[in-house]
């Protein structure tokens, strides 16, 4: 059975601490893709990174890291130095071959404070 | 580029009435196209998705269907409309299962 979980329901910080958003993954697929999304107040889903799991280089976008490690089924989202306009529910998923569909974690809202 | 539209934005119709909501992609063929649903503070549930003209498959039974008439239209639609039918609807593409879906900007409904 695939499922992702993102353990996290909401992180409060303050403008230009780092934050670091959890995922969890289980899939018996040795081919599969893991995404993260952003979903600002406005609704719309934005989506951040792909990564296939034969992948597990980090990637670094700016101030937006993620960290594969099929080890422990993980795929981790680290924003550095954190800003207002990084307010937004974030979500991880995980599209598996043979399945028309991702399966989404729950999200996690973060909210940055001035 | 692709673009993908979702309409009306917002929707406020009354227990009972009958719903249809609209999704468009332009600038691909034979996309996949998936319809979501977000109750308010809620994660996303998947309730369709098509992989052609005609293909529909049914994530959750309910009171909700939907058809794909033409290969870049989608559309929602319900008999009876529902209070627990109220949430923000998101349609969706890609080129294939596992490449990255592309959501629109979403229709919120609200049943009264």
């Known amino acids: 059975a695939q499922k992702v979980t993102q353990a996290q329901t909401e992180i409060s910080v303050v403008e230009k601490e780092d934050v670091t958003l959890d995922c969890v993954y289980e899939?018996?697929?040795?081919?599969?893709?893991l995404f993260w999304y952003k979903q600002p107040p406005s609704g719309e889903l934005v989506f951040l990174i792909r990564?296939?799991?034969?992948?597990?280089q980090n990637e670094i976008s700016g101030r937006y890291s993620w960290n594969f490690q099929k080890s422990t089924s993980s795929f981790n989202f680290t924003i550095t130095a954190s800003q207002v306009v990084d307010s937004a529910v974030y979500f991880c998923?995980?599209?598996?071959?043979?399945?028309?569909?991702?399966?989404f974690g729950s999200g996690t809202k973060l909210n940055v404070k001035p | 580029s692709q673009t993908i539209h979702q309409w009306p934005a917002t929707l406020v119709q009354p227990v009972g009435s009958p719903l249809s909501l609209e999704c468009t992609v332009e600038?691909?063929?034979?996309?996949?196209l998936y319809w979501y649903r977000q109750a308010a503070g809620r994660g996303l549930q998947l309730l369709f998705y098509?992989?052609?003209?005609?293909?529909i498959s049914s994530e959750v039974p309910q009171n909700l269907s939907a058809s794909r008439p033409q290969d870049r239209q989608f559309i929602l639609s319900s008999k009876k409309l529902l209070l627990s039918d109220s949430g923000f609807y998101l349609c969706?593409?890609?080129?294939?299962?596992?490449?990255?879906?592309?959501f629109g900007p979403g229709t919120r409904l609200t049943v009264l």
């Open positions: 969706a593409w890609s080129y294939g299962s596992t490449d990255t879906q592309y």
């Open positions: 899939t018996r697929d040795t081919t599969y893709y």
């Open positions: 990564r296939n799991s034969f992948d597990e």
């Open positions: 998923a995980l599209g598996v071959y043979n399945f028309n569909k991702f399966y």
């Open positions: 600038g691909t063929s034979n996309p996949n």
């Open positions: 098509s992989v052609g003209i005609g293909q």
